[in-house]
C-alpha cells in the first residue's frame, strides 16, 4: 500500500493557516514549535541571537534540482563557496556557545563545505552514510553515499554516546570461560551486541512509498538519521533549528524525542506537509528503526513495539482526529 503523504486542498488550507511569516525581530519564545514559510534571506535579520543548541543544515548540494515550486541551478565551485558565504556565517549568530551544528553534502560539494566550515567552526567529525536507493549507473560507480559535518561552536558541547548505540547481530557469538556470551545477548529474535557509535552509517533507509514518513520531496532525510543527531547532539527541551526545513523531517523528530523546533522553509506545499506530519506525531511517535532506547541495524528483522495509535497515510486515507481538525477549521 502507498503510503505517501499528501495533501488534500482542505488540508491545504488548514496548515497553511498555522504557518509563521516574519516582518519583524522575533524571539525565542514566539518561534518554539513553528514552521516559517520564506525564503532563508527573507529572515535571517528577524533570528534572534544565542537561541539554538542543534542546527541541523541540508542545503540545496551543488547540482541542478527541482524541489517543489523552486529549483537550484549547478554553480561552479567557486560560486557555490560564495553562496555558502552569504548565509552560514549570519546563521551561527542564533547558536549557543555550547550548540552543535550538522551540514550535509554530497561527495561533489562536501570539501567545498567543509572549507568554509572550518572557518567559522570547530569540524570534530565527518559521517558518511549509505543511501540504500537509486538505480546505479552504466559508465561509473554508483553514488551510495552522503556526508554529514559535525562541528561545534566551541570546545563545550553535548554528546551523548550511550543514546545512539546500535544494536547489531552477532555474526560470531563468542563466550567465555564460563560458557555465558561475551558482550552480547542472546533474545528471542536471536542474538545481539551493542556496539558504540560510528561515523559509517549503513543501518538507514531512504524513505520510499511503503513507508508512512514519507513524502514527494526529492532529498528527503530518513527521520532514523535525524534522531541519531538529535539524541546525540541535544538533550530533552533543548531548541532544533533546521534552516531547509523541506517536507519537516527535522522538526518531526524533535517533537517525537522531546525537543523544541523551529524550521524556515520556502516552498508551502512542503511547509504544509511539514504541519501534517507534525499533526501526525501528536498520535504516532515511532521512528522507524529505533525502539527500546536503541537503533536496530537495518533488515535485522528484530520486532519493535506495537503501536495502538493509527497511522496517517495518504490524504484521502483520514483517520478520525484529522476530519475532526478538517472539520473545526471548516467551522
Same mark, same amino acid.
Given at each position: 500500500m502507498n503510503r505517501t503523504m499528501t495533501l488534500s486542498s482542505d488540508e491545504r488550507e488548514l496548515y497553511a493557516a498555522r504557518l509563521v511569516h516574519l516582518a519583524r525581530p522575533a524571539d525565542a519564545a514566539s518561534l518554539k514549535n513553528t514552521t516559517i514559510n520564506q525564503d532563508l534571506f527573507a529572515v535571517l535579520d528577524y533570528l534572534p541571537s544565542q537561541f539554538v543548541?542543534?542546527?541541523?543544515?541540508?542545503? !540545496?548540494?551543488?547540482?541542478?534540482?527541482?524541489?517543489? *515550486?523552486?529549483?537550484?541551478?549547478?554553480?561552479?565551485?567557486?560560486?557555490? =563557496?560564495?553562496?555558502?558565504?552569504?548565509?552560514l556565517p549570519r546563521l551561527l549568530t542564533i547558536l549557543k556557545s555550547t550548540a552543535s551544528v550538522y551540514i550535509c553534502s554530497d561527495w561533489r560539494s562536501s570539501g567545498l563545505v567543509q572549507a568554509v566550515a572550518e572557518k567559522h567552526l570547530i569540524v570534530q567529525n565527518r559521517i558518511t552514510w549509505e543511501r540504500d536507493k537509486g538505480r546505479g549507473a552504466k559508465a561509473n560507480w554508483k553514488n551510495c553515499l552522503e556526508d554529514i559535518l559535525f562541528c561545534t561552536i566551541s570546545k563545550e558541547f553535548h554528546f551523548n554516546a550511550d543514546a545512539v548505540r546500535l544494536k547489531r547481530r552477532v555474526i560470531a557469538p563468542?563466550?567465555?570461560?564460563?560458557?555465558? !556470551?561475551?558482550?552480547?545477548?542472546?533474545?528471542?529474535? *536471536?542474538?545481539?551486541?551493542?556496539?558504540?557509535?560510528?561515523?559509517?552509517? =549503513?543501518?538507514?533507509?531512504?524513505?520510499?512509498?511503503?513507508?508512512?514518513?514519507?513524502?514527494?520531496?526529492?532529498?528527503?532525510?530518513?527521520e532514523k538519521l535525524l534522531a541519531k543527531i538529535i539524541l546525540a547532539s541535544s538533550r530533552e527541551g533543548d531548541f532544533v533549528f533546521d534552516p531547509f526545513l523541506g517536507s519537516g523531517t527535522t522538526s518531526v523528530v524533535a517533537k517525537k524525542l522531546g525537543r523544541f523546533y523551529c524550521g524556515v522553509e520556502i516552498d508551502a506545499d512542503y511547509c504544509c506537509l511539514a504541519e501534517k506530519r507534525l499533526a501526525a506525531a501528536d498520535f504516532d511517535s515511532e521512528i522507524q528503526g529505533y525502539s527500546d532506547g536503541v537503533f536496530w541495524e537495518r533488515n535485522t528483522g528484530a520486532s519493535q513495539p506495537a503501536k495502538a495509535k493509527a497511522r496517517v497515510t495518504r490524504s484521502g486515507e483520514m483517520f478520525p482526529y484529522l476530519r475532526e481538525e478538517l472539520s473545526n477549521h471548516a467551522k
Open positions: 543548541d542543534l542546527l541541523f543544515i541540508d542545503p !540545496p548540494y551543488n547540482i541542478n534540482k527541482a524541489f517543489g *515550486g523552486t529549483s537550484f541551478k549547478e554553480m561552479t565551485p567557486a560560486q557555490y =563557496t560564495a553562496w555558502l558565504e552569504t548565509w563468542y563466550k567465555d570461560a564460563d560458557g555465558k !556470551p561475551k558482550d552480547w545477548d542472546s533474545t528471542a529474535d *536471536g542474538d545481539f551486541r551493542l556496539t558504540c557509535p560510528s561515523n559509517l552509517w =549503513t543501518d538507514l533507509t531512504v524513505p520510499f512509498w511503503s513507508m508512512p514518513e514519507n513524502t514527494d520531496h526529492p532529498t528527503q532525510k530518513p
